[in-house]
């Protein structure tokens, strides 16, 4: 017996529903199964209760195709609206789902370092659980390893992302107050920390070797991450590459050059287009903005 709605009004199974649905859209049992992911055997055991429940056949089966009965059509009206209904609430609930969870911002070092510092604005003003993932991997947003990811220049070219450019983010030479009364022109002998050796170029590391090479200093030793070259600075090991909004807030260090051009990158935001309206994300890429605006002097290094 079919109701006013379209459905009968004996127990219906979602799952027999869901597989009506593909089976309309797919035009073949082949095609629903390979959709669904079932063996069609399931999948025509599904359809048969279906059939049952609703006191009829839903397809009439050609050589080559499945087509709609008009009671099948009849039928596949009400499914569709409860298809999405159900799609629907599936994105509700995840919205609600991510208003609880942490939000997963996924940045380099650098910037990482930098978030750490304001990590109490951030947290005050988003109200969000917050977890920063530093890691020089692209995270996939769109499979949800990260909610947020903050790049320097390189931003994927593919992806349904929105993207946003936060500000510059400057890098020079520090050293330790001391380490030498000028440095105005060759350093003949002054240690370096250098970063991982590359022929890369441009790159953070070609541009230092190059500049120890071209001044005749020398590298002692070559440290990967930057609080490790941070620390090394502080504890007069030698001159080091560091971010002008990390190096500047060092009592114990001085700039040793201006911050070259060469060395300038841009950060941007990503955020797929699919977790930008969930309120937790939403709070925390408004706070991003808003604290790269107001520290756009001091990140990059004017």
Request: aromatic content about 4%; hydrophobic content about 45%; proline content about 5%.
């Amino acid at each position: 017996m079919i109701d006013d709605a379209g459905l009968g009004s004996g127990h219906l199974d979602w799952e027999d529903i869901r597989a009506f649905l593909a089976t309309a859209r797919c035009g073949s049992l082949t095609g629903a199964a390979q959709r669904l992911r079932l063996s069609p055997p399931t999948l025509g055991r599904r359809l048969k209760r279906l059939e049952d429940a609703v006191g009829g056949p839903l397809f009439d089966r050609l050589p080559n195709r499945l087509e709609l009965t008009p009671l099948g059509r009849s039928v596949l009206e009400s499914a569709a609206a409860m298809g999405d209904a159900a799609a629907a609430f599936a994105r509700n609930a995840d919205r609600l789902a991510a208003a609880v969870q942490p939000v997963r911002v996924t940045a380099t070092t650098s910037v990482s370092a930098f978030l750490t510092l304001h990590l109490a604005d951030l947290l005050a003003e988003t109200g969000a659980d917050l977890t920063i993932l530093s890691t020089r991997s692209a995270l996939n947003l769109a499979q949800r390893e990260a909610d947020i990811a903050l790049r320097m220049d390189r931003v994927p070219a593919e992806g349904d992302l929105i993207t946003r450019r936060l500000g510059g983010f400057g890098f020079t030479l520090y050293a330790m107050r001391g380490l030498r009364d000028d440095w105005s022109g060759r350093w003949d002998g002054t240690p370096v920390v250098g970063l991982p050796e590359t022929r890369r170029r441009p790159s953070q590391s070609g541009w230092l070797d190059d500049t120890v090479r071209d001044r005749g200093a020398r590298i002692v030793a070559r440290l990967s991450e930057l609080p490790m070259r941070l620390d090394a600075a502080r504890r007069g090991m030698g001159l080091t590459l560091l971010p002008c909004v990390l190096g500047d807030a060092e009592p114990a260090l001085v700039r040793v050059v201006d911050p070259p051009a060469a060395l300038s990158e841009d950060v941007h935001l990503l955020v797929h287009r699919d977790r930008r309206d969930a309120p937790a994300v939403a709070a925390v890429v408004d706070a991003l903005v808003r604290l790269f605006r107001r520290h756009a002097e001091a990140l990059a290094g004017r």
